[in-house]
């Protein structure tokens, strides 16, 4: 394709050139004005869903200021997590 393109193109090297590089400049101004504008209501970039979860029957709140660690299945110094393994135990939540 691109080589019937270059074949397609007038007007020697310079000419050839100077085509290519407004060929690429004009379908990039199309992508950036016109189907970009356009597909961006259609992809999910700002489907971000961030939270605690409650908004959707999750489970409750945590209270925000509360201490890390000081957990009451876990207790106030154990760690919630494996020292030696990268390899977490499966939650039950």
């Not at 199309?30 to 409650?54: E, K, M």
């Not at 959707?56 to 020292?83: C, K, R």
Request: charged share 15%; proline share 12%.
């Amino acid at each position: 394709m691109y080589a019937w393109i270059w074949r397609k193109l007038p007007f020697g090297l310079w000419g050839k050139l100077t085509g290519s590089l407004a060929l690429v400049t004009m379908v990039g101004a199309l992508l950036w004005y016109v189907v970009f504008p356009w597909a961006t209501p259609l992809l999910p970039f700002d489907d971000v869903q961030v939270g605690t979860g409650t908004e959707q029957g999750g489970p409750a709140q945590q209270d925000p200021n509360a201490v890390p660690g000081d957990d009451s299945l876990l207790g106030p110094d154990e760690i919630p997590y494996n020292e030696n393994s990268n390899e977490p135990h499966p939650s039950a939540t």
